[in-house]
């Protein structure tokens, strides 16, 4: 069953990889682009698509990181208080048994 999951992870690994290569052989214009403060330099428009999708992941990954780390945290605190909660109930349950014999 593993190796299914990897063979089905390389596929849809190996056709992202060339519809990648198909996007960027179709945008081979070059564009230069003007920022309000900055002119960048003239680059095929892919690269600068492709430029801006790694922006906005690493930016939405940064934004959902406040997120991950408060829920990281409350399950932290869930799993002690499940301790804690195991704990009170095994001494009530050997406490019971003490108590019947």
């Not at 849809?12 to 198909?22: D, H, T």
């Not at 564009?31 to 922006?55: D, H, K, Q, R």
């Not at 940064?62 to 829920?71: D, F, N």
């Not at 932290?76 to 014999?101: F, G, I, M, P, Y």
Request: proline share 2%; no cysteine.
């Amino acid at each position: 069953m593993r190796w299914i999951k990897g063979l089905i992870l390389a596929v849809i690994l190996l056709v992202v990889l060339l519809v990648g290569i198909l996007f960027a052989v179709n945008n081979q214009q070059t564009i230069a682009l003007n920022l309000i403060w900055a002119e960048l330099p003239p680059v095929s428009l892919s690269v600068w698509l492709l430029a801006t999708l790694t922006f906005g992941v690493i930016l939405g990954m940064l934004a959902m990181l406040g997120v991950y780390v408060r829920l990281k945290a409350q399950l932290a605190r869930s799993e002690r208080h499940n301790k804690q909660q195991r704990k009170e109930l095994d001494r009530l349950r050997t406490q019971e048994l003490k108590e019947l014999a």
